[in-house]
């Protein structure tokens, strides 16, 4: 398994990736190369783990308020403070 950088005059440059009859094996290699990069590189001081109940995400925080990875996600967490607040107002004996 082998990348090669292939660049076509007048066009932009690719990169071609060799892996005989292993393309499970390159597909994963290429998406640990990838984190790795991620991780290590320049938009690392703006990753963000998601704050959502149960996600395992990352993502780039390109907002100040963002929190969540996505929509959906934001929208778990609000439902999950949601429920929680109404379970302490029902279970507070002052009420």
């Known amino acids: 398994m082998g990348a ?3 660049w076509p005059s007048g066009g932009d440059p690719t990169r071609i990736v060799r892996t005989g009859d292993l393309a499970g094996q390159a597909v994963v290699a290429m ?3 990838q984190a790795v990069g991620l991780f290590t590189g320049d938009m690392r001081p703006q990753l963000r783990a998601c704050l959502a109940p149960g996600c395992v995400l990352y ?3 390109q907002h100040p308020r963002r929190e969540w990875c996505s929509a ?3 929208n778990r967490a609000r439902v999950a403070r949601h429920y929680q607040r109404h379970q302490a107002v029902k279970t507070d004996p002052k009420s």
Do not use: D, Q, S
């Open 31 to 33: 998406l640990a190369a």
């Open 72 to 74: 959906g996600c934001g």
């Open 59 to 61: 993502f780039v925080k």
């Open 4 to 6: 090669t950088l292939h």
